[in-house]
């Protein structure tokens, strides 16, 4: 079932010429990228298409992460970077940047927020930085989070210890956005067949899924529903009906959230 969104994750400051933060030999940019990967991976394990601004050491100045956004036609952005404090060993926790504190990129930096939190870091909360470029030039909501301090060392022993978790909790607040949006949003899909008895249901699904179909089952209001799909699009829902048809399925179409 595609009804997935698109989140292009960067890995902050990158290349020869831009580290970030340095303390004690340790580099930001490698903690970032290191961060987004596995971010990546987990979206992308959910279903999630994920379009990095990296995936090495390289350099791209925030005016072209900007434009990568952009270009993607994504739904979120996300920064990923370690933050530093003017005395090293003061600061210490996590926080989220956003343009303005408003509309859905609020609600991205909060769920983050909430979910880096259960890991143990201080939630130092969501501040509005209208003057980041990451922020301001890109079209769609996004959010720079500060995944703790790389010059305060218990901040990295955190890091460094539970970094599986931390990358969890960071696609955790991604994941719940999407998730909240996806069953505010209204579908088209086809449906198959609707059984009382499951090895029925699940008979007709492996048929689809056969001929290579996108096919689901739902359990709703006591009955296993095979269905096929879901589109904002009712053009691109016809389309599939027509193939379902054609294919010899009785068909279907429903309107409402998708459920899974």
Known sequence: MDIRKRVVIDAGHGGEYDPGAVFEGRQE????LRLALAVGDILENNGVEVIFTRVT????????????????????????????AAEPGTGSGTMTLVYREEGLAKELASSINRELAKTGFTDLGTFERPGLVVLRRTQIPAVLVEAGFIDNPEDNERFDAQFDEIANAIAAGILNVIRQQEEEEQFYMIQTGAYRIRSLAEQQLEELKSEGFPAYLVSEDGLFKVRVGAFSDIDNAAKMEQELREMGFPTVMVHGPAVN
């Open 29 to 32: 940019k490698d903690d970032n």
């Open 57 to 84: 050491d390289v350099y791209d100045s925030p005016y072209e992460k900007a434009d990568m956004a952009n270009a993607a036609d994504a739904d979120f952005f996300v920064s990923l970077h370690r933050n530093a």
